[in-house]
T-cell receptor
Framework: AQKITQTQPGMFVQEKEAVTLDCTYD???????LFWYKQPSSGEMIFLIY??????QNATEGRYSLNFQKARKSANLVISASQLGDSAMYFC???????????FGAGTTVTVRA | EAQVTQNPRYLITVTGKKLTVTCSQN?????MSWYRQDPGLGLRQIYY???????DKGDVPEGYKVSRKEKRNFPLILESPSPNQTSLYFC????????????FGSGTRLTVV
């Protein structure tokens, strides 16, 4: 079974608007961590934000926030005030329990329009 | 600067010609790992290492080998590359204590013809 599901292959967003990228996860571990990475066309993986399963507050990092809904097993990324430089592929990933492995979703391509 | 360095960045090779992709980290991390990225599949783990001389298979290990003779280096070896190994490869490392402290290399784009 897929551990991370990203259902949006591609999205368009207008500059300065907010965009929400969906991510649902599947785990039976009580302790886990959720990550979002950005991959621009140059190919590198850029860490954006992290949410631990025991963290009570939703994680925020600048224009990025993670909408963590534990009961629904969702960890959506919200990018506020989109910029042209936000055009990239975005990956949701999860670490479970004591395992160091990251399980990734298929990714969502975001294109920001001027 | 703390980093994971992969080489080469780009490589085109022919079927069956052995190749090695190098990975080196300068953060004294115990854990290192290799992933491959394919369209529609995201990143999948190939091999990982918890420390020197300790390696284990990930989700897609077939056709790959690794070694961990020194803590800083974790090369990925393709003994007989095939076209289905054409992919974008990433090396990553993490220190033991920080659950979110993963560092990725810049990636190696491999084409096998």
């Amino acid at each position: 079974a897929q551990k991370i599901t990203q259902t949006q292959p591609g999205m368009f967003v207008q500059e300065k608007e907010a965009v929400t990228l969906d991510c649902t996860y599947d785990t039976s571990d009580q302790s886990y961590g959720l990550f979002w990475y950005k991959q621009p066309s140059s190919g590198e993986m850029i860490f954006l934000i992290y949410q631990g399963s025991y963290d009570e507050q939703n994680a925020t990092e600048g224009r990025y926030s993670l909408n963590f809904q534990k009961a629904r097993k969702s960890a959506n990324l919200v990018i506020s005030a989109s910029q042209l430089g936000d055009s990239a592929m975005y990956f949701c990933a999860m670490r479970e329990g004591d395992d160091y492995k990251l399980s990734f979703g298929a990714g969502t391509t975001v294109t920001v329009r001027a | 600067e703390a980093q994971v360095t992969q080489n080469p960045r780009y490589l085109i090779t022919v079927t069956g010609k052995k190749l090695t992709v190098t990975c080196s980290q300068n953060m004294n991390h115990e854990y290192m790992s290799w992933y491959r990225q394919d369209p529609g599949l995201g990143l999948r783990q190939i091999y990982y290492s918890m420390n020197v001389e300790v390696t284990d298979k990930g989700d897609v290990p077939e056709g790959y080998k690794v070694s961990r003779k020194e803590k800083r280096n974790f090369p990925l070896i393709l003994e007989s590359p095939s076209p289905n190994q054409t992919s974008l490869y990433f090396c990553a490392s993490r220190e033991t204590r920080r659950h979110y402290g993963y560092t990725f290399g810049s990636g190696t784009r491999l084409t096998v013809v």
